[in-house]
């Protein structure tokens, strides 16, 4: 808007779906904003140069700078410039570290999950994401009322695909452990055995993971785990 010209508005999806009850239905696994359209628009079109030029004044900005680098990360991803997307993830994460807001940081989300598919980003875009869970974790304080699994599984569930695709085994297998340490708390203050039913479903859903990274040992474990908790009325 002419008012406000120093910001960038991205208009993101939400990543979670929620019905009229507020259950959560599905998530995205490739997250959408019209900012991503805009990228896909201008690379199509050739007009690379002329968005940047839109964009690199609001950089300076308190309001401009987070989406800003988002949206000339998206422009270079679309574009396969991954020397200049890495230059925007890195200085993303370098302005994250000062800024933990739910926001910011669900928006970082959108360049970090679809760069952890292209091997010339992954060690980076797996640097941001990490970052985003270890924020949102915190801000999703068990017995605020604003905790929940999602979108800490996406996002932590995707960290583990990655790590296990590069064979680093205890990296993804520390993603997936401390999400299951994290519905510990998540799950405590449901009434009667509710919430350790929802544990259990979480026990396999962590247990297929490990199959998919072709984590035997792990798996097994995992379902030994699944099988200890007690039986409930669900």
Do not use: W
């Amino acid at each position: 808007p002419e008012a406000r010209p120093f910001e960038v508005f991205l208009h993101p999806k939400s990543l979670i779906d929620t019905n009229s009850n507020n259950q959560v239905q599905t998530v995205l696994q490739s997250p959408q904003s019209i900012g991503a359209l805009l990228a896909a628009a201008t690379v199509k079109a050739g007009k690379v140069d002329r968005l940047r030029q839109l964009v690199e004044p609001r950089l300076k900005q308190p309001l401009g700078e987070v989406p800003g680098r988002i949206l000339l990360c998206q422009l270079a991803l679309t574009a396969k410039d991954f020397p200049q997307a890495q230059d925007q993830m890195t200085q993303l994460i370098n302005r994250l570290k000062q800024d933990s807001s739910h926001t910011s940081n669900e928006m970082a989300s959108h360049i970090a999950i679809p760069a952890l598919l292209e091997p010339e980003l992954q060690q980076k875009a797996a640097e941001l994401l990490e970052l985003v869970v270890d924020h949102l974790t915190v801000a999703t304080t068990p017995g605020l009322g604003n905790a929940s699994a999602e979108p800490l599984r996406t996002f932590r569930f995707s960290l583990a695909r990655s790590y296990f695709r590069n064979q680093n085994s205890a990296a993804g297998k520390r993603q997936l452990e401390d999400y299951l340490t994290y519905l510990v708390n998540l799950y405590q203050n449901y009434g009667g055995d509710y919430g350790q039913y929802l544990r259990r479903l979480e026990f396999l859903k962590v247990a297929e993971e490990y199959a998919k990274g072709g984590q035997r040992a792990d798996l097994l474990d995992c379902l030994g785990r699944y099988a200890d908790l007690p039986a409930t009325q669900n």
